[in-house]
């Protein structure tokens, strides 16, 4: 049954252009930040002094910044940082988000109240000043930072996933667990959570590129990613001191991020209509 599924995924997503080639760029995208920065002659902590502020050409394919780092390597490197920020933050979002979620939708009563006014209290903080906040007690670091951003995500995560467990806990085959004695536990983790997982993988394909562009954001202002790595933040905001006199050094990262938050979006929304859990209740 499963096979069957995810086959029938896989044909539905190569029968749309756009999540397909959505796909086939981010498969690029990753590609290269993974290999590109090791079959470059540059580091991208490396200087060159005689190549500072220099135009893209043969020796620096993307050209370099005004300290002379190229700007390939470090455009790379800088979305693998991106990157990985999306997918730990996202994972930590997901996990809390479902599990919080199914707990609340399963258990019900005034232990959802509770746990629902919570979600209600913290979604109307700014969750920037929560990040900044975070920041500041625990210092900048890049794990403080990754556990900092999903820790605000997971809010919506909650919302959905209780929302799909209130109409599961009253499908009949809860009720024949219920009856075999399975207990709580057992009953969200083996039986609930299955059941709204495919929605859940949906989501969070949406949610990654809205943490990458959160923490682009969050580097943009200096509180993400800090000297000497970076993140497509961090070198967006160098390139905009420079934009009129080195426009590449802005080009260079904010086009690696917009095809990035593009296709990631744009295969969310494909595997969203392919992976239609109504459809394949």
């Not at 455009?75 to 919080?100: D, N, W």
């Not at 995560?157 to 499908?171: E, H, K, N, P």
């Not at 039986?191 to 394909?205: C, D, E, F, M, S």
């Not at 949406?206 to 933040?233: C, D, H, K, N, Y």
Request: hydrophobic share 55%; net charge neutral.
């Amino acid at each position: 049954m499963k096979s069957a599924l995810a086959s029938e995924t896989w044909r539905r997503l190569r029968a749309n252009p756009a999540a397909f080639t959505a796909l086939v760029v981010l498969a690029a995208l990753l590609g290269m930040a993974l290999i590109g920065p090791w079959i470059s002659p540059y580091r991208a902590e490396a200087l060159d002094w005689s190549q500072v502020a220099a135009n893209p050409g043969a020796g620096h394919w993307f050209g370099t910044d005004r300290l002379g780092r190229d700007l390939f390597v470090r455009t790379l490197e800088g979305a693998r940082v991106s990157m990985t920020v999306g997918l730990i933050a996202g994972s930590v979002s997901f996990s809390v988000g479902l599990c919080y979620g199914a707990v609340a939708g399963y258990i019900g009563g005034r232990t959802d109240e509770v746990m629902m006014r919570l979600v209600e209290i913290l979604g109307g903080l700014p969750l920037i000043f929560f990040v900044i906040f975070l920041t500041v007690v625990f210092g900048r670091n890049e794990l403080v930072l990754f556990v900092s951003i999903g820790a605000v995500g997971w809010l919506t995560m909650a919302r959905i996933v209780r929302g799909q467990t209130l109409s599961i806990r009253r499908q009949e085959f809860i009720e024949a667990a219920v009856a075999s004695g399975a207990g709580t536990a057992r009953i969200i983790f083996r039986h609930v959570v299955p059941n709204v997982l495919g929605l859940v993988i949906v989501y969070a394909t949406l949610t990654v590129p809205q943490i990458m562009l959160f923490e682009s954001f969050l580097s943009f202002l200096g509180l993400g990613i800090q000297e000497p790595r970076a993140s497509l933040g961090t070198l967006i905001a160098e390139g905009v001191g420079e934009m009129e006199a080195a426009p590449w050094m802005l080009l260079a990262p904010g086009v690696f991020l917009t095809l990035l938050l593009m296709s990631l979006n744009v295969f969310g929304d494909g595997l969203r209509d392919a992976l239609d859990p109504k459809e394949h209740r």
